[in-house]
């Protein structure tokens, strides 16, 4: 079983949905849990961060964290074209490098 | 501020070629890493630098070597590349706290032939 599992997609959703967008793991060390945005051609980058359990959110997006299922989440609301890319969860334990799922790729159509 | 830069942005190898891939960051950063991204693989671990002057091998080491050269870059060498070895790379760094948290450099698009 790999450490963090993330389904691949493709998804494809309509302008102004929301978006789900799911990671398991099995490191019941993790504490630092993270999602990347990667657009196409382009280096991954930072879009949320959350330590432990809970909920973050920043503008229309939401992470949340459930350690005790090893399962983590990023909601996208009123989904744009400009959020079609696609997502990477991370996760870490104190002092190791991050690990990454496979990515999901995500196609928001106008 | 040009954060994390690769170079160079593209390049085709034979077989059994070498070269190495450059990798700076002006953020002042202790950690730097190296990573592969291959289609339905996700993002691979080559190797790290946790600090200036300390490597450590990730999940895919093998034909590949690193250098710190200082803190602010770090190079991956190919001794004899191999067409398994086609590949985008990219070059990622963090300022090395519990967070971890990585910013990425702009990629590196490999072709061996």
């Known amino acids: 079983q790999k450490e963090v599992e993330q389904d691949p997609g493709p998804l494809s959703v309509p302008e102004g949905a929301i978006v789900s967008l799911n990671c398991t793991y099995s490191?019941?060390?993790?504490?630092?849990f993270m999602w990347y945005r990667q657009y196409s051609r382009k280096g991954p980058e930072l879009l949320m961060y959350?330590?432990?359990?809970g909920n973050k959110e920043d503008g229309r997006f939401t992470a949340q964290v459930d350690k005790s299922s090893k399962y983590i989440s990023l909601f996208i609301r009123d989904s744009q074209p400009s959020d079609s890319a696609t997502y990477l969860c991370a996760m870490s334990a104190i002092w190791t490098p991050l690990v990454f799922g496979k990515g999901t790729r995500l196609s928001v159509i106008a | 501020n040009a954060g994390v830069t690769q170079t160079p942005k593209f390049q085709v190898l034979k077989t059994g070629q070498s070269m190495t891939l450059q990798c700076a960051q002006d953020?002042?950063?202790?950690?730097m890493y190296w990573y592969r991204q291959d289609p339905g693989m996700g993002l691979r671990l080559i190797y790290y630098?946790?600090?200036?002057?300390?490597?450590d091998k990730g999940e895919v080491p093998n034909g590949y070597n690193v250098s710190r050269l200082n803190k602010r870059e770090f190079s991956l060498r190919l001794e004899s590349a191999a067409p398994s070895q086609t590949s985008v790379y990219f070059c990622a760094s963090s300022v090395r706290t519990e967070q971890e948290t990585q910013y990425f450099g702009p990629g590196t698009r490999l072709l061996v032939l």
């Open positions: 959350t330590y432990s359990s």
């Open positions: 490191n019941s060390a993790f504490q630092y």
């Open positions: 953020m002042n950063h202790n950690s």
């Open positions: 630098s946790a600090s200036e002057g300390t490597t």
